[in-house]
C-alpha cells in the first residue's frame, strides 16, 4: 500500500518528538511491505519565522495532496503576547479546518508500568480506558462575531460559540461507532443547564442515539464529568463533547493516565479519493519550550499517533497493533524518558525511539 503522508515537525519538541515517530512509521511500512511516500511542511512559529505566516498556502497544498498528516507540535513564547490572528496556533486551528477533521479522538489508557506515575491512587485508576471524542471544527474556537473592541472600562472581548444540528449530528456518529467496537456506552457531556448550543446538543444526540438501540447513552454535565474523571474513571468508555469542554477534558484525561507525553490524538474527518480517510495526527501534549532541544521529551504520544494514523486513515489494524506492542514493549523494559520517573537513568528522546524501532 502506498502510505503518502505530510509531516509537519512544528515548533519546540515537536520536531524532536516527530522524528523518532517518522523513524518508527519508516521501519514499520519496511516491515508489512509498504511504501511510505513522505513529504514535509511548515506549520506554526517556524512557518511564521520562515514565511511570515502560521499555515503557509503551500503546506495546505501539501496537506490536501497527501492521505494523512502527521504533526508534533505548535507554540513559541516569544508569540505569548500576540494577538490570537498572528499565533502559531492559528496555523493548527486552519489546518485543522482546511483538512475538515471534525472528529479528534483522544484515548485515555492505563498502562501498567505506568499505573505508579498517575496523580490518582492506584485502585482508581486501573483499568481506565476510554476515549475522548472531541468536536474539533466548531464552537467557540471557530464561533464568529468574536474580536476585542472598545476602550477604557468599554473594552470589551467576545468570542461565539455555535453549533449547527449537521454538526453535532456527525461527532455523535462518530461517537456511537467506535462505542460498538467497544463496551457500548456513550457518556455526552454538555452544559445545557446553562447554554443554549448544549441543549441542542442534547437534543441531537438523543435522536442520533435512536440508531444505535445496542449503545447505551448518559448525559454529564461538563463540571460534574470534571469530578467523576478522577474520582471514577473507569466509569467512561466513549465520551463526546464540543471543542472546548473536550480541550479542557482531555487535558485532565492524560494525567490520568500517567503523563500527557504518553497520549496521541487523530482528528479524522470524510474518507478522500484514495480511500484513505482525511487524518491530522498528533500528540496531545504541546511545544514545551521549556525542555526543547534537550533530547528528553517523551516521544511516545507522536510514536502512539503513527498506530493511530495506519489505524484509522488506512485501515492498517495489524501495523497498529504491531507499533503499539513495541511500545507496551519499551514501557516495560523501563527505557523511558524522564517524565515516567523510570528507576534507572531516564532514556533520551532518540532512544526511547530507536528502542521501540528495535521492538518493531
Ligand atoms: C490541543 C491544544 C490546542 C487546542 C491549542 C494548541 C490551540 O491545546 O490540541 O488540545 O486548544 O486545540
Ligand atoms: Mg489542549
Known sequence: MKINVLILPGDGIGAEVTREAVRVLTRVCDKFGHQA???????????????????????????????????????????????PEKR???GLLGIRKVLGVYANLRPVKTYKALIDSSPLKNHLVEGTDMI???????????????????????????????????????????????????RKKVTSVDK??????????????VEVAAEFPDVQLDHLLVDN????????????????????????????????????????????GDRKPSGAWAGLYEPVHGSAPD???????????????????????????EEAAAVNAAMEAVLNSGRVTADLKPAGAPATTAEVGQAVCEAI
Not at 501539501?62 to 507540535?73: F, N, Q, R, S
Not at 445545557?192 to 442534547?202: I, K, M, P
Open 132 to 182: 475522548i471524542v472531541r468536536e474539533l471544527t466548531g464552537g467557540l474556537y471557530y464561533g464568529t462575531p468574536r474580536g476585542i473592541s472598545g476602550e477604557g472600562d468599554q473594552e470589551r472581548g467576545v468570542n461565539t460559540m455555535t453549533y449547527t444540528r449537521a454538526e453535532i449530528a456527525r461527532i455523535s456518529r462518530m461517537a456511537f461507532h467506535l462505542a460498538r467496537n467497544r
Open 192 to 205: 445545557s443547564n446553562v447554554l443554549e448550543t448544549s441543549q441542542l446538543w442534547r437534543k441531537v444526540v
Open 291 to 317: 525542555i526543547a532541544g534537550q533530547n528528553k521529551a517523551n516521544p511516545l504520544g507522536a510514536i502512539g499517533s503513527v498506530a493511530a494514523l495506519l489505524e484509522y486513515s488506512f485501515g492498517l489494524k
Open 225 to 268: 464529568c470534571a469530578m467523576q474523571l478522577v474520582l471514577n474513571p473507569r466509569r467512561f468508555d466513549v465520551v463526546v463533547t464540543e471543542n472546548m469542554f473536550g480541550d479542557i477534558l482531555s487535558d485532565e484525561g492524560a494525567v490520568l493516565a500517567g503523563s500527557i507525553g504518553m497520549l496521541p490524538s487523530a482528528s479524522i
Open 37 to 83: 511516500n513522505l513529504t514535509e511542511g511548515l506549520l506554526g512559529g517556524i512557518a511564521i519565522h520562515k514565511t511570515g505566516g502560521p499555515l503557509p498556502e503551500e503546506t495546505v497544498r501539501l496537506a490536501l495532496a497527501a492521505d494523512a498528516t502527521l504533526m508534533g507540535a505548535v507554540g513559541l513564547p516569544e508569540f505569548d503576547n500576540v494577538a
Open 88 to 90: 502559531p496556533e492559528k
